[in-house]
């Protein structure tokens, strides 16, 4: 019966879950000019500590990840940064910077060579989108990562069949690199990851993983 109740379990949370991604890859300048924007923006690092920003975000954010789960990267040294207008956040951008870290969405573990630093859990408010902020946040972000991180490439991903993200991140110097993601059946993920660019430390490049 044991064995019945896990099938059943795993048949409920979805049998044929998949997930297909561009891997995206850009060179970080510490050099360029900041794009000027018709807008006025300010650019802010927000940390653990920022409670009011970090509700803000909570409040905004398309991920939908919960403030318990916000609070725990930031413990686990991710970074966050975001684009204000007139005291409120329109856009923000988190970045990991750890050589070893477990992606959120893909659930499973990513390495990283010391120069690079990986982009994710992006977003623009849509009354503010095809403005230029994008384009500002990724400026500054490079400026901060080069600077105090001595970091020269960014890694992001954008969903295969997501055409106008890629046009938009293709704007800001991105390009694909690799392809990665997994299929899932009955609670057993088969992940692929290929590229030579593409998280190159990341070994196997194809694995298995039970999560039930």
């Known amino acids: 019966m044991a064995t019945a109740r896990t099938v059943i379990k795993q048949l409920r949370r979805g049998f044929g879950k998949q997930a297909h991604l561009y891997v995206m890859g850009h060179l970080i300048q510490r050099d360029n000019p900041i794009p000027v924007t018709d807008i006025d923006l300010e ?120 055409k106008s993200m890629l046009r938009s991140v293709g704007k800001i110097g991105y390009k694909p690199v690799g392809r990665m993601g997994f299929f899932q059946v009955l609670g057993i993920r088969f992940h692929y990851l290929w590229g030579p660019h593409a998280f190159e430390r990341t070994k196997p490049r194809l694995k298995i993983q039970v999560l039930w």
Not at 51 to 63: F, K, Q, S, T
Not at 81 to 109: C, M, N, P, T
Not at 128 to 139: A, D, E, L, P, S
Request: aromatic residues 14%.
């Open 43 to 162: 650019f802010k690092q927000i940390t653990v500590h920022d409670n009011d920003d970090i509700d803000e975000l909570i409040a905004i954010d398309e991920w939908e990840i919960s403030k318990s789960d916000t609070l725990k990267m930031f413990e686990k040294g991710q970074l966050c940064y975001a684009a204000k207008h007139q005291g409120h956040i329109i856009s923000y951008v988190w970045v990991v910077i750890a050589e070893k870290f477990e992606d959120y969405y893909l659930r499973r573990e990513l390495q990283q060579a010391p120069h690079e630093a990986y982009h994710w859990r992006s977003m623009t408010l849509p009354a503010f989108r095809g403005r230029g902020v994008m384009q500002y946040m990724n400026t500054r972000i490079d400026i901060e990562l080069a600077q105090r991180f001595g970091k020269t490439y960014g890694l992001g991903w954008v969903r295969t069949n997501n």
